[in-house]
């Protein structure tokens, strides 16, 4: 006789599904009674960490080194959304709460490059030691001389974008104020008969 074979997923997600309905319960009733929500179980507060840390070690997110500000981002952003999973539309909350996490990952790398940009920015305006920009650059961004090591490093098309941007902002035009316009006024003519 064959043995199945065991997978070992982290997170139960039908225990998770479970859970969910019962705290979503709670909400709907504080709401129909004007009370605050609830506050999230134990056991769907640990479903959170463990989605935004197993989330975090996938290729792609892996070699961050604000990794932690990332996870926190995560857990905060299901912390906040959670009231708007809705059991009666989805039974998977374990995919609904990853893509959450997962745009809150996005985000975060969004911030540490624009963050790194106007860094960039800041150090080229200075009047700097030559030794501080050439630690700069090797150490946040990547300039096409190999150096591939920081994921969060800058790129040229990094950079280019937030420089449009910037164009962007500076080009748009402030819109004309409406030029006043005298009303013609009709003169009512009285019939006589």
């Known amino acids: 006789m064959a043995k199945k074979k065991k997978t070992d997923h982290y997170i139960d997600n039908q225990q998770f599904f479970e859970e969910m309905k019962i ?4 909400v709907n009733a504080a ?3 004007g009370e605050p929500h609830p506050p999230i179980t134990s056991y769907i507060g640990e479903c959170f960490m463990k ?3 197993n989330l975090s070690r996938k290729p792609n997110f892996i070699n961050y080194p604000y990794r932690d500000e ?4 995560g857990i905060e952003n299901c912390l906040l959304y959670a009231y708007n999973f809705d059991p ?3 039974s998977n909350p374990f995919s609904y709460f990853t893509q959450i996490i997962y745009y809150a990952f996005l985000r975060r790398i969004q911030k540490e490059k624009k963050q790194a940009y ?3 920015k800041k150090i080229e305006m200075s009047d700097a030691d030559p030794s501080v920009k050439s630690w700069f650059k090797e150490n946040y961004l990547n300039m096409g001389d190999g150096n591939k090591t920081a994921p969060s490093s800058l790129t040229e098309n990094d ?3 937030f420089e449009k941007k910037g164009a962007d902002k500076k080009v748009a035009k402030k ?3 409406k030029k006043k316009t005298m009303k013609k006024t009709r003169k009512k003519t009285r019939k006589t008969k």
Request: net charge positive; charged share 25%.
């Open 51 to 53: 989605i935004a840390e």
């Open 70 to 73: 990332m996870i926190s981002d």
């Open 31 to 33: 709401n129909r009674n």
């Open 118 to 120: 106007i860094k960039l």
């Open 175 to 177: 819109p004309k104020p």
């Open 159 to 161: 950079i280019q974008a």
């Open 23 to 26: 705290w979503k319960q709670g």
């Open 88 to 90: 009666s539309k989805s």
